[in-house]
């Protein structure tokens, strides 16, 4: 699927963008580095459909710095609920996010967020080689990245800390995570929502200043080596929190 195809094609069908010919070209006066502010305040979805209103903003959406996919864009509203309605939004979300991922530049970009709000949990993994080879590019200058209910495999872990060398937030929230280890030389904060892992049993990172933990499970003791680190949250269950040692905090007020 031509992503921009779809989007001039839904278009037209509404009749054109509502946008004058003088307010376009006022617009693609801008430099590049505006315009991409101007869009990274959409979902990419959005985003993606700026393509239409101009030659100039065809491909602007490739070199975002920043992407929000959204798996709620896909929810048709008002409509009656099924299973087939809910597969073919869900394989519209799908098709969309693949081809977004592969077409856009993404060791360009600085924040990604990726939420479905549903059952379902995509795999967060590269699907080919030359994709995979990407996502371990040193020169990948992600700075935010943002995971709901997304299945996380072992190698994530080591994309963190191989790959994502200027990654300074980092959110995981309803996510089933099947690595053991967050390592990293540059997270400053990361908050962990309702994950269930089965072993974490290290967060290790020089740099960082703030640890979120609310809800979820994990089946392991788990050291955490943060001796920066000036904010801890602990909002989980009794068993879940004597599980996990922050001995090495020396940075944190002792009570």
Request: hydrophobic content about 40%; charged content about 25%.
């Given at each position: 699927?031509?992503?921009?195809?779809?989007?001039?094609?839904?278009?037209?069908?509404?009749?054109?963008?509502?946008?004058?010919?003088?307010?376009?070209?006022?617009?693609?006066?801008?430099?590049?580095?505006?315009?991409?502010?101007?869009?990274?305040?959409?979902?990419?979805?959005?985003?993606?459909?700026?393509?239409?209103?101009?030659?100039?903003?065809?491909?602007?959406?490739?070199?975002?710095?920043?992407?929000?996919?959204?798996?709620d864009?896909?929810?048709?509203?008002?409509?009656?609920?099924?299973?087939?309605?809910?597969?073919?939004?869900?394989?519209?979300?799908?098709?969309?996010?693949s081809?977004?991922?592969?077409?856009?530049?993404?060791?360009?970009?600085?924040?990604?967020?990726?939420?479905?709000?549903?059952?379902?949990?995509?795999?967060?993994?590269?699907?080919?080689?030359?994709?995979?080879?990407?996502?371990?590019?040193?020169?990948?200058?992600?700075?935010?990245?943002?995971?709901?209910?997304?299945?996380?495999?072992?190698?994530?872990?080591?994309?963190?800390?191989s790959?994502?060398?200027?990654?300074?937030?980092?959110?995981?929230?309803?996510?089933?995570?099947?690595?053991?280890?967050?390592?990293?030389?540059?997270?400053?904060?990361?908050?962990?929502?309702?994950?269930?892992?089965?072993?974490?049993?290290?967060?290790?990172?020089?740099?960082?200043?703030?640890?979120?933990?609310?809800?979820?499970?994990?089946?392991?003791?788990?050291?955490?080596?943060?001796?920066?680190?000036?904010?801890?949250?602990?909002?989980?269950?009794?068993?879940?929190?004597?599980?996990?040692?922050?001995?090495?905090?020396?940075?944190?007020?002792?009570?």
């Amino acid at each position: 699927m031509e992503i921009e195809d779809t989007a001039t094609k839904r278009a037209r069908e509404r009749g054109g963008s509502g946008r004058s010919a003088s307010d376009a070209d006022q617009l693609s006066a801008l430099p590049d580095s505006l315009l991409h502010t101007i869009i990274s305040f959409l979902k990419a979805r959005q985003a993606v459909q700026t393509c239409v209103l101009a030659t100039r903003w065809r491909h602007l959406w490739r070199s975002m710095p920043c992407l929000d996919v959204d798996h709620d864009e896909f929810c048709r509203t008002g409509a009656a609920s099924s299973k087939d309605r809910a597969n073919q939004e869900w394989e519209d979300f799908e098709d969309f996010t693949s081809n977004l991922m592969h077409r856009c530049n993404v060791a360009l970009l600085e924040s990604l967020s990726l939420r479905v709000t549903h059952s379902r949990a995509p795999g967060f993994r590269p699907k080919n080689k030359q994709h995979a080879d990407g996502l371990s590019s040193s020169s990948w200058r992600l700075e935010r990245l943002h995971l709901c209910n997304v299945a996380l495999d072992a190698p994530f872990g080591n994309h963190v800390r191989s790959a994502c060398r200027s990654l300074e937030d980092l959110e995981l929230e309803d996510c089933t995570c099947a690595f053991q280890a967050i390592t990293s030389g540059s997270l400053k904060s990361l908050v962990l929502k309702n994950c269930w892992w089965n072993y974490l049993t290290e967060i290790t990172s020089p740099t960082l200043k703030r640890l979120v933990v609310a809800g979820g499970s994990n089946n392991a003791p788990c050291v955490v080596v943060a001796p920066a680190i000036a904010h801890l949250c602990l909002d989980v269950p009794l068993y879940f929190a004597r599980s996990i040692s922050v001995n090495r905090m020396p940075s944190l007020p002792r009570l």
